[in-house]
């Protein structure tokens, strides 16, 4: 494994690292404000890159007729987002701003506020990993479709919002009493599953190769269930909602000119 691809892979794990270290800088939580527009600029890169970095793609590699393109691109996103709406049901999490945990059944959990705050974030950070990890194996694989810049230039706008998600999710943990320290250890280990789902598609790489556009797209469906279900009604809520519209504008056009630019 190249230095590049190793470098990819850890550039989103390094946002989330990053933004997890605020915490040391930020003597109150965050204000809803800036909380409202940095959800909705998570959205942005989110779609903006399962659009332009792994939809597009997926249909562009399909081997199928122009008419039919379409067909591994449409299976993948809902396998992707099928796959997310299991995970979202089994597994106990918190998301911000509530006291109500999902994944329970109606039932109480035996985990603690901050973990399931951190399963919460855990949750969308895999198909994060996923995506960069199975557009560097496109790249690997030597397919015309994907380049390694293409590669680089998701890992980067995935890192870009990671950042702001690392500050919101290290924040409220410590809003729950922690220390500063486990605030941002927690933080940080809710992103180190990006690097070991992007490897676990490098290492699945020589298999992946001939369904390689289903895997982009269930990649892509994966992220816009995290877009839709947790994302957005959580910027949605309450006041300043104009402010997370105008985020997601600005990370969905950023990671628009990421991707074209660097691809």
């Known amino acids: 494994m190249t230095g590049t691809v190793i470098l990819g892979l850890l550039i989103p794990f ?6 997890a270290a605020t915490v040391f800088f930020m003597k109150n939580d965050m204000p809803e404000k800036l909380q409202k527009t940095l959800l909705g600029f998570a959205s942005g890169v989110m779609v903006a890159a399962s659009v332009w970095s792994l939809l597009i793609p997926s249909m562009e590699m399909s081997g199928m007729p122009e008419q039919l393109s379409f067909v591994p691109a449409a299976i993948g996103m809902a396998f992707g987002m099928g796959f997310l709406l299991v995970m979202d049901e089994v597994i106990p999490h918190l998301h911000l701003n509530t006291d109500v945990p999902e994944g329970t ?5 035996r985990l603690s506020r901050p973990i399931m705050l951190i399963l919460a974030v855990t949750l969308h950070n895999l198909p994060e990993g996923m995506a960069v ?3 560097f194996a496109g790249a690997l694989s030597g397919n015309t ?9 998701l890992a980067i706008g995935i890192a870009i919002q990671n950042f702001p998600e690392g500050a919101i999710i290290s924040m409220p943990l410590k809003g729950t009493g922690i220390s500063k320290a486990r605030a941002f250890c927690y933080g940080t280990l809710s992103g180190a599953v990006e690097p070991l789902g992007a490897l676990l598609m490098i290492v699945l790489s020589s298999l992946l190769t001939p369904i390689l556009p289903y895997f982009l797209s269930f990649a892509a469906g ?3 269930y995290v877009v ?6 959580e910027a949605s809520e309450g006041l300043h909602t104009n402010l997370s519209t105008i985020g997601f504008a600005a990370g969905f056009i950023l990671m628009m ?3 074209v630019a660097l691809g």
């Open 14 to 19: 390094a946002g989330t690292t990053l933004g």
């Open 105 to 109: 059944h109606g039932g109480e959990s």
């Open 133 to 135: 990890g199975v557009v």
């Open 145 to 153: 479709e994907v380049s390694f810049a293409g590669a680089m230039s």
């Open 222 to 224: 994966a992220m816009i």
């Open 228 to 233: 839709i279900e947790e994302l957005i009604p």
């Open 257 to 259: 000119i990421l991707d």
